[in-house]
């Protein structure tokens, strides 16, 4: 399935808020709130690199996350459309996750931040050290 290409979206000029639609405004403040944390962006990750995944699979690939967070990420993501839950009738079950359409445009818009914190890794790291050392005297 094709996609039609769209615009990079660009927020609104301060004197534009007015124009917002609410109900849009309201959707991105949700959706911030719920994907911008480490363990979606990093399940995306996992996803995008891995194809369909079973839980346990998923787990291995996440030091650091507990099972309940992991479940928790992939309810939120399966309610947002961001990842498709398959369930197998065999015993015990069998349960395959993978990334919609959706959840993978997601992780494409992200990339900036990656491609952004690479370019600039020197320039924080730098910023950080002059904090900190103004901070120390």
């Known amino acids: 399935m094709t996609t039609q290409a769209k615009s990079p979206s660009v927020p ?4 534009r808020y007015d124009q917002i639609d609410p109900r849009v405004e309201a959707l991105v403040n949700d959706l911030i709130g719920q994907v911008a944390d480490k363990w979606t962006m990093l399940l995306i990750e996992v996803l995008h690199d891995h194809g369909e995944q079973r839980f346990t699979r998923i787990f291995e690939k996440m030091p650091g996350i507990s099972q309940k967070m992991l479940t928790q990420t992939l309810r939120q993501m399966e309610r947002n ?7 197998h009738p065999v015993v015990p079950p ?3 996750y993978r990334l919609t359409e959706l959840g993978a445009s997601l992780g494409e818009a992200f990339c900036g931040v990656w491609t952004w914190a690479e370019d600039h890794l020197q320039d924080i790291d730098a910023a950080r050290l002059r904090f900190d050392e103004a901070r120390a005297r």
Request: net charge negative.
């Open 94 to 96: 069998h349960v395959d």
């Open 81 to 87: 459309g961001l990842v498709h839950r398959t369930v």
């Open 12 to 15: 609104p000029s301060p004197d």
